[in-house]
């Protein structure tokens, strides 16, 4: 009877239909687009005299077989500006959340109706007051039935002390964690579920970030004021359990994805160095620089990683000299550098889909940071990738459509709403489904 | 019962004991749950307590919860093929009645509710004859909706989303396109906890209940005093 039973499950599992995964940076709480992305969503900063002016979400198409390939499809402007910058969607993936730098205004769009034109459904203007004076929501994180989001700086003294903050998927604010004291800032936050383990790293605070740059980095004391640390967390319980030193602000985090890897890298900016997370056979983390990103002497600026899913390659962007780095990682350790491409004349976000096939890059940092004159470059560049080289696929010049300053990406997908395709999180083997020491 | 009808209702709890038999066989611990009562599990959101079929036809309500009591909510559906979504959390809920079973006074404190998101085939028979496969040994109540109108309104307020299959010609699958979660709720009827069936583990669902529970309670006297 037990083989008979096992059988007629391993049956339908062979007749499920074909599920999305994830795009590799996403929360392991969120259905995936595993094949072909249609569109990309592109948070966007309003530039003044530049089209309306405002921060938006521009939609661009990103399937060949698609009419509008490389062209925009929609853009949604939210009125004003309000340093627009990473986002992240619900973890049913119906609804795009955006946050603001600079006032921390959360824009909330639904991209399930017409994933092609989104709309902008609400817009919550409470986040500070909310939180208990939490500034600048940085990274959207899916949880389930909520957004995990971290701030960057607060109310008090715009400096970098900071908090996470969660609000229910319906928009209403849940509870507000203040980083440990002995690593206050914050800037990104990855969960590993089947460790039970958070991952923060930590930025600089709003007196910093608004900043025209070539001032801020004649401030000596305004520059002693970035974040030098990383911070492990038992997520369940929401509480930090080790501090590392990460000298330069550490900014990005990516897990490795595959079974049994368990680790995650980040970049430090100002250093320029790589640097893995380990978990130690004691369970227990190690925070390690790993490697050098370019010359750090010439500070190029990394800014934005991508990590693909089978754990082999990592995209490095660094801002100042514009280029992207493709370290080898398959040993986690000790990275290779196997190519260093110009992509343009300032260069920030790097996504990737699924397969590792494409790769999207933007060029805006922040609107105070950016480049000026004829550096100053906007655009979106798409680029197929064959694990050798990066050839470009499609570009997109942002000033010259009028939209802004582009910076941080998400993919959408017409079949996922359709109920073409099978929702499912991260997890694709028992490999995946959380280990737990099981008594009490 | 004819044979395919059978084959029908087996397959899910085939593939609930596969979820089961794997999370059972994991070679090693990779983390320990935090204790119960160490960490706060603030409200989430509200839910109403709405009125569904029993296996009997009867109509009773979602979570009819006493003071002192909490519910642990999953929907799924039973003709579900995703090993990590309806199996599993019908194979984690299975694991939680039995650990309830042995601690009663625990038990008292706790119910279970699976309800189907798939009233037209998740019949109160066919929830009747889900139940009789499972066993519960405690207070798990196994519920399904009269019809699809009368669901909807339920999944709107927990945020399940469910969405019909279709094929390249836009027929339907039969299958339905979803993301199976979970839910911790208090006799309040708030949200004190969402879970991913992908990452779900009897053992924090367990904590989890008792650190409400442990806050409940706490607050009770306070509550009665203030007023």
Not at chain 1, 45 to 58: H, R, Y
Not at chain 2, 29 to 44: H, K, Q, R, S, V
Not at chain 2, 52 to 65: K, M, N, S, T
Request: aromatic fraction near 10%; proline fraction near 7%.
């Amino acid at each position: 009877m037990w083989e008979r039973l096992v059988l007629f499950a391993l049956l339908f599992f062979c007749l499920a239909p074909p599920t999305l995964a994830d795009e590799p940076c996403q929360s392991p709480y969120l259905p995936k687009v595993t094949g072909q992305e249609d569109f990309v969503y592109v948070f966007t900063l309003g530039v003044e005299g530049m089209g309306d002016g405002s921060d938006k979400l521009v939609t661009v198409g990103a399937n060949p077989s698609r009419p509008d390939y490389g062209k925009v499809v929609s853009s949604v402007s939210v009125g004003g500006r309000h340093e627009v910058h990473h986002g992240g969607f619900t973890d049913d993936r119906r609804e795009l959340w955006m946050g603001g730098l600079d006032d921390s205004a959360i824009f909330v769009f639904d991209v399930a109706t017409d994933p092609a034109k989104p709309k902008l459904v609400k817009t919550i203007t409470t986040f500070t007051k909310d939180s208990g004076g939490v500034v600048g929501p940085h990274t959207f994180y899916a949880l389930p039935g909520r957004m995990l989001i971290s701030g960057l700086s607060n109310a008090k003294d715009d400096g970098g002390k900071t908090a996470l903050v969660e609000y229910s998927n319906q928009g209403k604010f849940v509870r507000t964690i203040w980083m440990p004291e002995a690593a206050p800032y914050g800037y990104d936050v990855r969960v590993s579920a089947n460790l039970n383990r958070m991952v923060t790293s930590s930025f600089t605070g709003r007196a910093n970030y608004m900043r025209k740059l070539p001032e801020l980095m004649g401030d000596a004391e305004a520059m002693k004021r970035f974040g030098n640390t990383m911070v492990v967390w038992d997520y369940h319980a929401r509480k930090p359990l080790q501090t590392f030193a990460v000298p330069g602000a550490p900014l990005e985090i990516r897990w490795a994805l595959a079974p049994q890897h368990y680790y995650a890298f980040s970049s430090s900016a100002l250093t320029s160095k790589l640097w893995g997370v380990f978990r130690k056979d004691d369970g227990t983390f190690e925070a390690l620089e790993i490697a050098p990103i370019g010359d750090p002497l010439k500070g190029p600026l990394p800014v934005d990683i991508s990590l693909s899913t089978d754990d082999h390659f990592l995209f490095v962007d660094s801002f100042m000299d514009g280029t992207a780095r493709v370290f080898d990682v398959s040993q986690p350790r000790a990275p290779v550098l196997v190519l260093e491409q110009k992509i343009g004349s300032q260069l920030n976000m790097v996504s990737q889909s699924w397969d590792g096939k494409r790769l999207y890059f933007t060029s805006s940092l922040l609107s105070n940071w950016d480049k000026t004159g004829a550096d100053d470059e906007q655009f979106l560049k798409a680029f197929n990738w064959d694990g050798k080289t990066l050839a470009p696929a499609f570009a997109i010049d942002f000033k010259a459509a009028k939209l802004g300053r582009p910076h941080q990406m998400n993919f959408g997908s017409v079949d996922f709403y359709r109920g073409r395709v099978a929702a499912r999180p991260s997890p694709a083997s028992p490999e995946d489904v959380p280990r737990v020491a099981e008594g009490g | 019962m004819g044979r395919r009808m059978a084959r029908r209702l087996l397959a899910p709890l085939a593939a609930a004991l596969l979820g089961a038999f794997s999370v059972a066989h994991a070679d090693s611990a990779l983390f320990t749950p935090p204790a119960p009562g160490t960490y706060e599990l603030p409200p989430i959101q509200h839910v109403a307590d709405y009125e569904l079929l029993d296996p009997h036809g009867a109509r009773v309500r979602l979570l009819g919860l006493a003071p002192g009591q909490v519910a642990l909510v999953s929907f799924v559906y039973q003709r579900c093929t995703d090993g990590s979504a309806c199996p599993a959390a019908l194979a984690t809920w299975k694991r939680v009645d039995e650990a309830l079973a042995a601690r009663p006074a625990l038990a008292r404190h706790v119910r279970l509710v699976t309800v189907s998101f798939d009233p037209a085939n998740d019949t109160p028979e066919r929830m009747a004859e889900l139940a009789r496969h499972l066993r519960p040994r405690g207070d798990w109540r196994f519920l399904t909706a009269p019809n699809e109108a009368e669901l909807r309104p339920v999944l709107a307020d927990y945020g399940q989303d469910v969405l019909p299959l279709v094929g390249a010609g836009g027929e339907r699958l039969g299958l339905l396109q979803h993301l199976t979660k979970a839910f911790l709720v208090d006799e309040h009827g708030d949200v004190r906890g969402i879970y991913g069936s992908g990452f779900l583990s009897a053992q924090i669902l367990l904590n989890d209940a008792q650190t409400v529970l442990a806050a409940e309670s706490a607050a009770r006297p306070r509550t009665a005093a203030s007023r």
